[in-house]
């Protein structure tokens, strides 16, 4: 499967983005989607995850409350609704997709910057 993200920009602090992961090559009935975070100088984390198939989500426990993330089967498209944004989570997001099957993710977009000023 393809993706691509898009929606990252500069926000001030307590403000909000959303985030589009566009996806093409194949169905996603059987997959999940998620998104992913890389800061400078630091490893990329997970931030949330949407099984496409029932919708049940998973969030890390420093977006929960802050972060939403969900899909429209007619466009193909997850998204990543961020509110009250922080200055740490400054970081490029990544979408990338697994099979339920799956343990790690195969397929991965391009990262899309987002800039938190304080």
């Known amino acids: 499967v393809q993706l691509q993200a898009s929606g990252g920009g500069l926000v001030q602090a307590g403000g909000s983005l959303r985030l589009s992961c566009a996806a093409s090559?194949?169905?996603?009935?059987?997959?999940?989607m998620g998104w992913f975070r890389q800061a400078p100088g630091k490893e990329r984390e997970f931030v949330s995850s949407?099984?496409?198939?029932?919708?049940?989500?998973d969030y890390a426990d420093s977006v929960k409350g802050r972060f939403t993330i969900s899909r429209d089967n007619a466009k193909n498209t997850v998204y990543l609704q961020m509110n009250s944004l922080k200055p740490e989570d400054t970081a490029v997001y990544y979408c990338a997709a697994r099979s339920v099957y799956a343990s790690t993710y195969g397929s991965w977009g391009r990262g899309t910057l987002v800039t938190v000023s304080s």
């Open positions: 949407i099984r496409w198939t029932g919708g049940s989500t």
């Open positions: 090559g194949r169905t996603l009935s059987s997959s999940v």
